[in-house]
């Protein structure tokens, strides 16, 4: 499984809905993800992909759709 | 020595276009005056900090230096260990100034510390900011004469909004482009006019012409059903003070972010038409951004991945519940030691937990209808919680209760 792949569906796990056909929605906007489950994605993505970004590092408007979110994480595996 | 308070009078307005059009013309032409702005700050501290209030200046001073020292010990600490009890000491130690302040009043009615100043909670959040942003190797130099620049912004110095320190660096170091330059000059103007609107017409009319009557009516009413004071003009009073809390501190916010503008340092703003959120949670992504931001970034995120991490809490839906009771308990007593805040603080909490269980029963039940009645409806529930949490934060009820004979 490819890391976009992987990124969808750690998403679709954490907001409960499909959104393979949405990946420019803005996530925050759209409350589909919060303050929690923005912690829940980066315990996810520290388990899944070993990558480590610190509460401090993450900056809403670089991560606030599933595209921002996979181009970020190919960026740091 | 004169004295003059932040965007008090026309007076301030003045000295600020005066000082400031050198600075501007600099920028214009893409160069900063850093000793020209460093003298000007210092001028307006002076003028802040000066005169009668000379006592809050020596506060002053002594807590940027005690600062440098905790911040920049933990900087050099930083560089070769990285002990969590250290960490949370720093913390703690960064905290005390105003832990001190805040409970002075609390102790010895009435009596103000002698270690505080105008601006000291603002001024604490840059600090520990800067402590727990060096924990997570996001800042990684301590660099003294900017960590002073920006403890000591002076449009933002007495009630923020709250910058973040890289986002400050940059725009310290980076000189806008002219094109650039001259859209926050425009919208700097703008700011300014909006804010004298909203802080020296709305907000004088709703705080000084028409609270203390309200007041007055309110307090006539104190025996009013079952000797709890609930009366029309209680009511009435809830909202005016609303609407003088909004105006005031939105005016004030727009005067901060537009003198930050014309310096070329863009300020976060502070309100983002608070009352047309549609729930609680949408309310403080709106409502002092700049404090609500820092809260969610450095307490409640912080603490839901410490929780999540160490499985401290079981049940998935206690953790985000957990961590909004300590978040506005921490907001509350940040606010002041009085029962009014921290019942404020708690409030809020209830509200947002029930918001988090309306909004996973909302997304159980797609077939809920939804449509500008049902968006109006939350709007104006919102709106009515939101003026009550402000009728408790206003400390008018323990006036009404306790204090009014």
């Known amino acids: ?77 | 020595m004169i004295n003059l308070q932040p965007y008090s009078n026309p007076i301030y307005f003045v000295w600020l276009a005066v000082t400031l059009l050198p600075l501007m013309v600099g920028l214009y032409f893409g160069k900063r005056f850093v000793v020209y702005q460093t003298i000007i700050s210092g001028i307006f501290l002076l003028l802040i900090f000066g005169g009668s209030k000379w006592q809050q200046g020596l506060a002053l001073i002594g807590y940027i230096i005690y600062q440098f020292i905790v911040v920049g010990g933990y900087a050099a600490y930083k560089k070769h260990a990285n002990k969590t009890w250290v960490f949370v000491s720093m913390v703690s130690l960064s905290i005390m100034p105003l832990v001190i302040v805040k409970l002075t009043p609390a102790i010895e009615v009435g009596q103000q510390s002698l270690i505080g100043f105008l601006g000291i909670s603002y001024l604490t959040f840059k600090s520990v900011q800067m402590i727990m942003e060096m924990r997570d190797g996001t800042i990684k130099k301590f660099a003294p004469i900017m960590f002073a620049r920006f403890l000591l912004f002076f449009p933002t110095i007495s009630s923020g909004p709250i910058d973040r320190y890289r986002r400050f660096q940059h725009d310290y170091v980076q000189v806008p482009t002219r094109e650039h330059y001259l859209e926050m000059v425009a919208q700097a103007v703008h700011y300014i006019f909006l804010g004298f609107l909203y802080k020296f017409i709305l907000g004088y009319f709703f705080g000084t012409v028409m609270l203390p009557q309200i007041a007055q009516v309110a307090i006539s009413h104190r025996a009013a059903f079952f000797h709890t004071g609930i009366s029309l003009a209680l009511i009435e009073y809830m909202y005016t003070y609303s609407m003088y809390l909004f105006f005031d501190f939105a005016g004030y916010s727009l005067f901060a972010v537009a003198a930050s503008y014309l310096m070329g340092i863009e300020t976060p703003m502070n309100f983002d038409h608070p009352f047309k959120a549609r729930n609680i949670k949408d309310f403080w992504n709106r409502w002092h951004m700049t404090l609500s931001f820092w809260f969610r970034d450095f307490i409640f995120m912080r603490l839901t991945f410490f929780i999540m991490k160490h499985h401290l809490i079981k049940k998935r839906t206690r953790i985000p519940q957990a961590a909004y009771l300590v978040n506005f308990l921490i907001m509350g007593f940040w606010h002041g030691v009085t029962w009014y805040y921290i019942v404020y603080g708690l409030f809020h909490a209830g509200a947002i937990i029930i918001n988090d269980y309306w909004l996973a029963y909302k997304k159980k039940n797609p077939q809920l209808p939804h449509n500008r009645w049902t968006e109006g409806l939350a709007i104006f529930i919102t709106f009515n919680v939101v003026c009550f949490s402000f009728l408790i934060f206003s400390g008018f009820l323990n006036t009404l209760w306790f204090q009014a004979r």
């Open chain 1, 1 to 77: 499984m490819n890391t976009k792949q992987a990124v969808i569906e750690l998403l679709e796990d954490l907001t409960g809905t499909d959104i393979s056909n949405n990946l420019d929605d803005n996530l925050f906007a759209s409350g589909m993800i919060d303050s929690m489950a923005t912690v829940e994605m980066l315990l996810e993505l520290q388990a899944k992909f070993g990558i480590d970004v610190p509460v401090s590092e993450f900056d809403r408007s670089e991560w606030d759709t599933p595209n921002k979110i996979i181009a970020k994480v190919e960026s740091l595996v």
